[in-house]
Protein backbone atom coordinates (compact mmCIF):
# COMPACT_ATOMS: atom_id res chain seq x y z
CA UNK A 1 0.00 0.00 0.00
CA UNK A 2 2.96 2.50 0.88
CA UNK A 3 4.35 1.62 -2.43
CA UNK A 4 1.29 2.64 -4.29
CA UNK A 5 0.49 5.38 -2.29
CA UNK A 6 4.12 7.02 -3.33
CA UNK A 7 3.64 5.65 -6.67
CA UNK A 8 -0.10 8.13 -6.66
CA UNK A 9 1.97 11.23 -5.33
CA UNK A 10 4.67 10.77 -7.94
CA UNK A 11 2.24 10.41 -10.58
CA UNK A 12 0.25 13.87 -9.03
CA UNK A 13 3.55 15.62 -9.14
CA UNK A 14 4.37 14.81 -12.77
CA UNK A 15 0.79 15.80 -13.96
CA UNK A 16 1.35 19.02 -12.73
CA UNK A 17 4.78 19.59 -14.96
CA UNK A 18 2.66 18.24 -18.08
CA UNK A 19 0.72 20.86 -20.01
CA UNK A 20 -2.94 21.39 -19.68
CA UNK A 21 -5.28 18.76 -22.11
CA UNK A 22 -7.80 19.89 -24.30
CA UNK A 23 -10.96 20.06 -22.30
CA UNK A 24 -9.01 21.99 -19.01
CA UNK A 25 -9.53 25.69 -17.93
CA UNK A 26 -7.77 28.38 -18.56
CA UNK A 27 -3.83 28.54 -16.90
CA UNK A 28 -4.02 31.84 -15.13
CA UNK A 29 -0.52 32.57 -16.84
CA UNK A 30 -2.91 33.09 -19.63
CA UNK A 31 -5.58 35.46 -17.24
CA UNK A 32 -5.82 39.12 -18.53
CA UNK A 33 -7.66 42.01 -16.59
CA UNK A 34 -7.93 45.27 -19.08
CA UNK A 35 -9.40 48.65 -17.67
CA UNK A 36 -8.83 51.96 -19.11
CA UNK A 37 -8.75 56.14 -17.59
CA UNK A 38 -10.40 58.72 -19.71
CA UNK A 39 -8.75 61.59 -19.61
CA UNK A 40 -10.46 65.00 -21.29
CA UNK A 41 -7.89 67.25 -22.12
CA UNK A 42 -7.97 71.63 -21.58
CA UNK A 43 -9.01 71.61 -25.73
CA UNK A 44 -11.98 69.16 -24.86
CA UNK A 45 -9.52 66.16 -27.00
CA UNK A 46 -9.91 63.03 -25.37
CA UNK A 47 -7.24 60.51 -24.26
CA UNK A 48 -8.28 57.11 -23.41
CA UNK A 49 -5.30 54.94 -21.85
CA UNK A 50 -5.86 50.70 -21.18
CA UNK A 51 -3.96 48.77 -18.37
CA UNK A 52 -2.97 45.55 -18.30
CA UNK A 53 -3.30 43.11 -15.31
CA UNK A 54 -1.67 39.80 -15.39
CA UNK A 55 0.13 37.43 -12.99
CA UNK A 56 3.60 39.18 -13.74
CA UNK A 57 4.13 42.75 -12.38
CA UNK A 58 7.03 43.07 -14.17
CA UNK A 59 4.91 42.62 -17.60
CA UNK A 60 2.24 45.11 -16.44
CA UNK A 61 5.28 47.36 -15.91
CA UNK A 62 6.95 47.17 -19.41
CA UNK A 63 3.65 47.60 -21.38
CA UNK A 64 2.68 50.33 -19.00
CA UNK A 65 5.99 52.10 -19.88
CA UNK A 66 5.12 51.38 -23.78
CA UNK A 67 1.47 53.10 -23.26
CA UNK A 68 2.58 56.07 -21.95
CA UNK A 69 5.39 56.85 -24.53
CA UNK A 70 2.55 56.34 -26.95
CA UNK A 71 0.49 59.00 -25.11
CA UNK A 72 3.53 61.38 -24.51
CA UNK A 73 3.73 61.04 -28.32
CA UNK A 74 0.51 61.79 -29.67
CA UNK A 75 -1.63 63.52 -26.86
CA UNK A 76 -0.44 67.11 -27.40
CA UNK A 77 -0.94 66.75 -31.45
CA UNK A 78 -5.06 66.42 -30.71
CA UNK A 79 -7.08 69.01 -32.12
CA UNK A 80 -9.47 70.65 -30.49
CA UNK A 81 -12.90 69.12 -31.35
CA UNK A 82 -16.02 70.62 -33.52
CA UNK A 83 -18.75 69.44 -31.47
CA UNK A 84 -19.41 67.27 -28.21
CA UNK A 85 -20.93 64.50 -30.18
CA UNK A 86 -19.10 61.19 -30.94
CA UNK A 87 -17.42 62.40 -34.01
CA UNK A 88 -14.78 63.91 -31.51
CA UNK A 89 -11.21 64.38 -31.55
CA UNK A 90 -9.29 61.39 -29.16
CA UNK A 91 -6.42 59.20 -28.98
CA UNK A 92 -7.15 55.56 -27.90
CA UNK A 93 -3.80 53.60 -26.58
CA UNK A 94 -4.84 50.29 -26.55
CA UNK A 95 -3.71 46.76 -25.09
CA UNK A 96 -4.72 43.98 -27.22
CA UNK A 97 -3.42 40.60 -25.87
CA UNK A 98 -3.88 37.08 -27.55
CA UNK A 99 -2.82 33.40 -26.06
CA UNK A 100 -0.98 30.07 -27.80
CA UNK A 101 0.33 26.99 -25.79
CA UNK A 102 0.08 27.08 -22.03
CA UNK A 103 2.66 30.09 -21.07
CA UNK A 104 2.85 32.35 -24.39
CA UNK A 105 1.27 35.48 -24.46
CA UNK A 106 1.37 37.97 -26.97
CA UNK A 107 0.42 41.95 -26.53
CA UNK A 108 0.26 44.86 -29.10
CA UNK A 109 -0.05 48.13 -27.82
CA UNK A 110 -1.88 50.31 -30.15
CA UNK A 111 -1.70 54.11 -30.82
CA UNK A 112 -4.48 55.59 -32.70
CA UNK A 113 -5.30 58.92 -33.43
CA UNK A 114 -9.03 59.74 -34.55
CA UNK A 115 -10.25 63.39 -35.34
CA UNK A 116 -13.87 63.16 -36.49
CA UNK A 117 -13.85 59.49 -37.80
CA UNK A 118 -10.92 59.93 -39.49
CA UNK A 119 -7.50 58.44 -38.49
CA UNK A 120 -5.14 60.73 -38.43
CA UNK A 121 -2.12 58.62 -36.93
CA UNK A 122 -1.50 55.24 -35.99
CA UNK A 123 1.67 53.55 -33.75
CA UNK A 124 1.80 49.83 -33.02
CA UNK A 125 4.36 48.37 -30.85
CA UNK A 126 4.42 44.40 -29.83
CA UNK A 127 5.86 42.04 -26.95
CA UNK A 128 5.08 38.23 -27.03
CA UNK A 129 6.65 36.87 -22.84
CA UNK A 130 6.50 33.30 -21.41
CA UNK A 131 4.12 34.63 -18.68
CA UNK A 132 5.64 31.60 -16.24
CA UNK A 133 9.28 33.08 -16.31
CA UNK A 134 8.50 36.85 -17.21
CA UNK A 135 10.96 35.82 -20.47
CA UNK A 136 10.49 38.44 -24.00
CA UNK A 137 10.13 36.00 -26.69
CA UNK A 138 11.28 37.60 -30.08
CA UNK A 139 11.07 36.08 -33.65
CA UNK A 140 14.17 34.74 -33.00
CA UNK A 141 13.18 32.49 -29.78
CA UNK A 142 10.44 31.51 -32.45
CA UNK A 143 12.90 30.66 -35.64
CA UNK A 144 16.30 29.45 -35.62
CA UNK A 145 18.51 31.43 -37.36
CA UNK A 146 19.04 28.72 -40.38
CA UNK A 147 15.04 28.16 -40.11
CA UNK A 148 13.24 28.18 -43.40
CA UNK A 149 10.95 29.94 -41.53
CA UNK A 150 12.29 33.12 -42.20
CA UNK A 151 12.28 32.91 -46.21
CA UNK A 152 8.11 32.16 -45.64
CA UNK A 153 7.60 35.16 -43.58
CA UNK A 154 9.58 36.99 -46.17
CA UNK A 155 7.61 35.99 -48.90
CA UNK A 156 4.53 35.94 -47.04
CA UNK A 157 4.97 40.09 -46.56
CA UNK A 158 5.78 40.65 -50.13
CA UNK A 159 2.68 39.05 -51.23
CA UNK A 160 -0.17 39.77 -48.24
CA UNK A 161 1.11 43.66 -47.77
CA UNK A 162 1.97 43.88 -51.66
CA UNK A 163 -2.13 42.96 -51.75
CA UNK A 164 -3.24 46.40 -49.91
CA UNK A 165 -4.69 49.44 -51.42
CA UNK A 166 -3.77 48.27 -55.01
CA UNK A 167 -6.58 50.24 -56.76
CA UNK A 168 -4.82 53.33 -55.35
CA UNK A 169 -1.36 52.93 -55.26
CA UNK A 170 0.66 49.96 -55.80
CA UNK A 171 3.73 49.70 -54.13
CA UNK A 172 7.21 49.30 -56.02
CA UNK A 173 9.24 45.91 -56.09
CA UNK A 174 11.87 47.91 -54.55
CA UNK A 175 9.61 48.95 -51.61
CA UNK A 176 7.82 45.54 -50.92
CA UNK A 177 11.77 43.99 -50.94
CA UNK A 178 12.59 46.31 -48.46
CA UNK A 179 9.80 46.04 -46.17
CA UNK A 180 10.64 41.94 -46.77
CA UNK A 181 14.49 42.16 -45.55
CA UNK A 182 15.51 39.57 -43.50
CA UNK A 183 16.47 42.38 -40.77
CA UNK A 184 13.25 44.33 -40.95
CA UNK A 185 10.96 41.37 -40.19
CA UNK A 186 13.11 40.42 -37.59
CA UNK A 187 12.22 43.77 -35.60
CA UNK A 188 8.25 43.84 -36.94
CA UNK A 189 5.89 44.24 -34.56
CA UNK A 190 4.35 40.36 -34.30
CA UNK A 191 1.53 38.20 -32.36
CA UNK A 192 1.17 34.71 -31.73
CA UNK A 193 -2.82 33.68 -31.97
CA UNK A 194 -4.61 30.55 -31.62
CA UNK A 195 -3.57 29.30 -34.73
CA UNK A 196 -1.19 31.96 -36.63
CA UNK A 197 1.65 34.52 -36.43
CA UNK A 198 0.96 37.67 -37.54
CA UNK A 199 3.08 40.60 -38.42
CA UNK A 200 1.66 44.35 -37.87
CA UNK A 201 2.67 47.12 -40.76
CA UNK A 202 1.10 50.67 -40.58
CA UNK A 203 -0.13 51.39 -44.31
CA UNK A 204 2.29 54.88 -44.10
CA UNK A 205 5.13 52.74 -44.77
CA UNK A 206 3.82 51.62 -48.30
CA UNK A 207 0.62 54.54 -48.86
CA UNK A 208 1.53 57.82 -47.62
CA UNK A 209 -2.05 58.91 -46.68
CA UNK A 210 -2.91 55.48 -45.20
CA UNK A 211 -2.78 55.28 -41.61
CA UNK A 212 -4.37 52.01 -41.15
CA UNK A 213 -2.86 48.64 -40.29
CA UNK A 214 -1.55 45.81 -42.92
CA UNK A 215 -1.48 42.40 -41.21
CA UNK A 216 0.60 39.81 -42.58
CA UNK A 217 -1.33 36.82 -41.36
CA UNK A 218 1.06 32.97 -41.82
CA UNK A 219 -1.13 30.19 -40.37
CA UNK A 220 1.13 27.69 -38.11
CA UNK A 221 0.68 24.29 -40.43
CA UNK A 222 3.07 26.26 -42.55
CA UNK A 223 5.39 27.49 -40.22
CA UNK A 224 5.26 25.33 -37.00
CA UNK A 225 8.19 22.56 -38.97
CA UNK A 226 10.27 25.46 -39.21
CA UNK A 227 10.24 26.78 -35.54
CA UNK A 228 12.45 25.83 -32.76
CA UNK A 229 11.13 23.15 -30.16
CA UNK A 230 9.79 25.49 -27.99
CA UNK A 231 7.94 27.60 -30.05
CA UNK A 232 6.01 24.51 -31.43
CA UNK A 233 5.28 23.39 -28.20
CA UNK A 234 3.60 26.61 -27.30
CA UNK A 235 1.93 26.79 -30.40
CA UNK A 236 0.17 23.32 -30.63
CA UNK A 237 -2.71 24.52 -29.88
CA UNK A 238 -4.89 21.61 -31.39
CA UNK A 239 -3.56 18.88 -28.62
CA UNK A 240 -4.30 21.69 -25.85
CA UNK A 241 -7.89 23.21 -27.08
CA UNK A 242 -11.02 22.13 -28.56
CA UNK A 243 -11.56 25.21 -31.44
CA UNK A 244 -14.50 27.47 -32.43
CA UNK A 245 -14.90 30.33 -34.05
CA UNK A 246 -16.86 32.89 -33.04
CA UNK A 247 -18.48 35.47 -35.90
CA UNK A 248 -21.19 38.61 -36.10
CA UNK A 249 -23.09 39.23 -38.92
CA UNK A 250 -25.28 42.67 -40.35
CA UNK A 251 -22.95 45.50 -39.47
CA UNK A 252 -21.22 48.13 -39.37
CA UNK A 253 -23.40 49.53 -36.96
CA UNK A 254 -21.56 52.34 -34.88
CA UNK A 255 -22.91 51.94 -31.39
CA UNK A 256 -23.39 48.46 -30.94
CA UNK A 257 -20.31 47.34 -33.34
CA UNK A 258 -18.36 49.56 -30.98
CA UNK A 259 -18.90 47.96 -28.13
CA UNK A 260 -18.76 44.44 -29.57
CA UNK A 261 -15.45 44.90 -30.48
CA UNK A 262 -14.25 46.58 -26.92
CA UNK A 263 -15.49 43.55 -25.21
CA UNK A 264 -13.99 41.05 -27.61
CA UNK A 265 -10.50 42.78 -27.02
CA UNK A 266 -11.52 42.90 -23.02
CA UNK A 267 -11.73 38.80 -23.70
CA UNK A 268 -8.31 38.54 -25.62
CA UNK A 269 -10.24 36.93 -28.42
CA UNK A 270 -10.52 37.53 -32.21
CA UNK A 271 -13.80 36.85 -34.13
CA UNK A 272 -14.88 36.86 -37.57
CA UNK A 273 -17.21 39.83 -38.76
CA UNK A 274 -19.51 39.60 -41.90
CA UNK A 275 -20.46 42.81 -43.25
CA UNK A 276 -23.19 44.47 -45.34
CA UNK A 277 -21.67 46.56 -48.01
CA UNK A 278 -24.13 49.09 -48.09
CA UNK A 279 -23.27 49.83 -44.43
CA UNK A 280 -19.96 50.26 -44.61
CA UNK A 281 -19.37 53.93 -46.39
CA UNK A 282 -20.94 55.59 -43.72
CA UNK A 283 -19.17 53.22 -40.82
CA UNK A 284 -15.54 53.33 -42.56
CA UNK A 285 -14.10 53.92 -39.50
CA UNK A 286 -15.55 51.06 -37.47
CA UNK A 287 -14.30 48.81 -40.19
CA UNK A 288 -11.10 49.71 -39.87
CA UNK A 289 -10.67 49.72 -36.23
CA UNK A 290 -12.35 45.82 -36.77
CA UNK A 291 -9.63 45.60 -39.13
CA UNK A 292 -6.94 47.03 -37.41
CA UNK A 293 -8.14 44.94 -33.89
CA UNK A 294 -7.06 41.12 -35.88
CA UNK A 295 -10.70 40.43 -36.66
CA UNK A 296 -11.03 38.58 -40.03
CA UNK A 297 -13.44 40.49 -42.35
CA UNK A 298 -15.94 38.51 -44.52
CA UNK A 299 -19.33 39.91 -47.29
CA UNK A 300 -22.60 39.93 -45.93
CA UNK A 301 -23.82 40.76 -49.41
CA UNK A 302 -24.71 44.25 -50.73
CA UNK A 303 -27.59 44.56 -49.13
CA UNK A 304 -29.76 42.48 -46.40
CA UNK A 305 -32.33 41.81 -48.81
CA UNK A 306 -33.77 38.32 -49.27
CA UNK A 307 -32.02 36.62 -52.43
CA UNK A 308 -34.76 34.23 -53.74
CA UNK A 309 -36.35 37.96 -54.68
CA UNK A 310 -33.41 38.98 -56.64
CA UNK A 311 -32.09 37.97 -60.36
CA UNK A 312 -29.36 36.29 -60.51
CA UNK A 313 -27.42 39.22 -62.51
CA UNK A 314 -27.87 41.34 -59.53
CA UNK A 315 -26.18 38.62 -57.10
CA UNK A 316 -22.91 38.68 -59.30
CA UNK A 317 -22.93 42.26 -58.99
CA UNK A 318 -22.57 42.00 -55.00
CA UNK A 319 -19.02 41.22 -55.07
CA UNK A 320 -17.37 43.76 -56.81
CA UNK A 321 -19.71 46.41 -54.91
CA UNK A 322 -18.53 44.82 -51.93
CA UNK A 323 -14.78 43.99 -52.29
CA UNK A 324 -14.77 48.29 -53.57
CA UNK A 325 -16.38 49.49 -50.36
CA UNK A 326 -13.67 47.23 -48.39
CA UNK A 327 -11.28 48.48 -50.56
CA UNK A 328 -11.63 51.85 -49.86
CA UNK A 329 -12.22 51.17 -46.48
CA UNK A 330 -9.35 48.69 -45.18
CA UNK A 331 -7.27 47.82 -48.70
CA UNK A 332 -8.06 44.61 -49.44
CA UNK A 333 -10.93 42.72 -50.61
CA UNK A 334 -13.38 40.03 -49.24
CA UNK A 335 -12.27 36.40 -48.80
CA UNK A 336 -15.40 34.27 -48.41
CA UNK A 337 -19.11 35.53 -47.55
CA UNK A 338 -22.24 34.14 -45.75
CA UNK A 339 -25.54 34.91 -47.53
CA UNK A 340 -28.18 36.62 -45.68
CA UNK A 341 -30.88 34.44 -43.85
CA UNK A 342 -28.16 31.55 -45.02
CA UNK A 343 -30.36 31.00 -48.29
CA UNK A 344 -27.07 29.59 -49.82
CA UNK A 345 -28.32 27.72 -52.77
CA UNK A 346 -29.41 31.15 -54.37
CA UNK A 347 -25.68 32.34 -54.34
CA UNK A 348 -24.72 28.91 -56.20
CA UNK A 349 -27.25 28.92 -58.69
CA UNK A 350 -26.11 32.76 -59.67
CA UNK A 351 -22.00 31.90 -59.71
CA UNK A 352 -21.45 34.40 -57.10
CA UNK A 353 -17.52 33.54 -57.22
CA UNK A 354 -17.80 33.50 -53.02
CA UNK A 355 -17.04 30.36 -50.54
CA UNK A 356 -20.16 30.54 -48.48
CA UNK A 357 -19.71 30.14 -44.79
CA UNK A 358 -22.74 29.11 -42.58
CA UNK A 359 -22.66 28.44 -39.30
CA UNK A 360 -23.29 25.29 -36.74
CA UNK A 361 -24.34 27.33 -33.64
CA UNK A 362 -27.09 29.59 -33.93
CA UNK A 363 -27.15 31.87 -30.71
CA UNK A 364 -30.54 33.05 -31.48
CA UNK A 365 -29.38 36.91 -30.22
CA UNK A 366 -31.02 38.22 -32.96
CA UNK A 367 -34.42 37.65 -31.10
CA UNK A 368 -33.26 40.21 -28.60
CA UNK A 369 -32.52 37.69 -25.84
CA UNK A 370 -31.10 38.59 -22.64
CA UNK A 371 -26.99 38.12 -22.69
CA UNK A 372 -27.22 35.18 -20.52
CA UNK A 373 -29.18 33.19 -22.49
CA UNK A 374 -27.10 34.04 -25.77
CA UNK A 375 -24.24 32.48 -23.34
CA UNK A 376 -26.56 29.49 -22.41
CA UNK A 377 -27.62 28.20 -25.80
CA UNK A 378 -23.81 28.64 -26.85
CA UNK A 379 -22.46 26.39 -23.06
CA UNK A 380 -25.75 24.22 -23.53
CA UNK A 381 -25.02 22.97 -27.71
CA UNK A 382 -21.05 23.73 -28.11
CA UNK A 383 -18.89 21.25 -29.62
CA UNK A 384 -15.36 21.37 -31.48
CA UNK A 385 -15.05 22.98 -34.36
CA UNK A 386 -17.82 25.45 -33.95
CA UNK A 387 -19.06 28.17 -35.95
CA UNK A 388 -20.93 30.52 -33.82
CA UNK A 389 -23.19 32.62 -35.24
CA UNK A 390 -24.61 36.41 -33.28
CA UNK A 391 -25.20 39.82 -34.40
CA UNK A 392 -22.80 42.37 -33.33
CA UNK A 393 -26.10 45.09 -34.46
CA UNK A 394 -28.38 43.72 -31.35
CA UNK A 395 -28.67 45.47 -28.47
CA UNK A 396 -27.43 42.64 -25.69
CA UNK A 397 -24.83 40.33 -27.88
CA UNK A 398 -21.77 42.81 -26.68
CA UNK A 399 -22.74 41.52 -23.43
CA UNK A 400 -23.05 38.15 -24.28
CA UNK A 401 -19.02 38.06 -25.74
CA UNK A 402 -17.69 37.55 -22.53
CA UNK A 403 -19.84 35.15 -20.74
CA UNK A 404 -19.17 32.91 -23.94
CA UNK A 405 -15.72 33.33 -24.15
CA UNK A 406 -15.36 32.82 -20.25
CA UNK A 407 -17.32 29.65 -20.25
CA UNK A 408 -15.74 27.99 -23.17
CA UNK A 409 -12.22 28.91 -22.04
CA UNK A 410 -12.85 27.16 -18.82
CA UNK A 411 -13.84 23.99 -20.92
CA UNK A 412 -10.85 24.08 -23.11
CA UNK A 413 -11.81 25.76 -26.22
CA UNK A 414 -9.56 28.15 -27.90
CA UNK A 415 -11.13 31.15 -29.95
CA UNK A 416 -9.82 30.97 -33.59
CA UNK A 417 -10.91 33.54 -36.61
CA UNK A 418 -13.04 31.88 -39.46
CA UNK A 419 -9.75 31.62 -41.91
CA UNK A 420 -7.95 29.50 -38.68
CA UNK A 421 -10.73 27.50 -38.23
CA UNK A 422 -10.21 26.18 -41.86
CA UNK A 423 -6.35 26.60 -42.05
CA UNK A 424 -5.88 23.87 -39.05
CA UNK A 425 -6.97 21.10 -41.09
CA UNK A 426 -5.61 22.36 -44.33
CA UNK A 427 -8.89 23.33 -45.93
CA UNK A 428 -8.83 25.27 -48.66
CA UNK A 429 -12.11 28.14 -49.35
CA UNK A 430 -13.17 26.99 -52.92
CA UNK A 431 -15.69 29.03 -54.67
CA UNK A 432 -19.61 28.51 -54.64
CA UNK A 433 -19.05 25.75 -51.91
CA UNK A 434 -20.50 25.96 -48.50
CA UNK A 435 -18.90 25.42 -45.18
CA UNK A 436 -20.20 24.56 -41.57
CA UNK A 437 -17.64 24.07 -39.77
CA UNK A 438 -14.55 22.33 -39.50
CA UNK A 439 -13.42 19.69 -37.22
CA UNK A 440 -10.61 17.27 -38.50
CA UNK A 441 -11.07 18.67 -41.80
CA UNK A 442 -15.12 17.85 -41.92
CA UNK A 443 -16.76 20.60 -42.86
CA UNK A 444 -20.53 19.27 -43.49
CA UNK A 445 -23.59 20.43 -42.29
CA UNK A 446 -23.53 19.01 -38.53
CA UNK A 447 -26.21 16.76 -37.16
CA UNK A 448 -27.02 17.56 -33.08
Not at 203 to 224: C, F, G, K, W
Not at 263 to 291: C, P, Y
Amino acid sequence: MRRFCLLVICALLLMGSIPAARGEGLPDEHRVKLTYQDTTQANGSIVRLWHADTVLDSVDQELEDIAAAMVEKYASTLQKPRNKTTRNSRLDVTIRYSRTGTKWLSFLVQGRVVYHQKLLAQSVESRTYDMETGKRITLEDVFPADSQGWSVLQSQVKAQAGAYFTREDAPSDDALSALAALDRVKETPFTLHGMSLVLHYPADVLHQDRHSLMEVTVMYPDIRPYMGETAQAQTDNLTLYKTVALTFDDGPRRVNSSLTLTKLMQSGIRATFFLVGNRISGNADVVVREHDEGHAIGGHNWTHANVTKVSGKTIQQMRPRLDRALENAIGIPTRYNRVPYGLYVQMIRAKSGWPLIQWSLDTYDWHGIPAKRIAGTVTNQISDGDIILCHDVKDNTHDAVPLIVNALEERGYIFLTVDELFAKDGVVLEPDRVYFHCVDGDTSLKKR
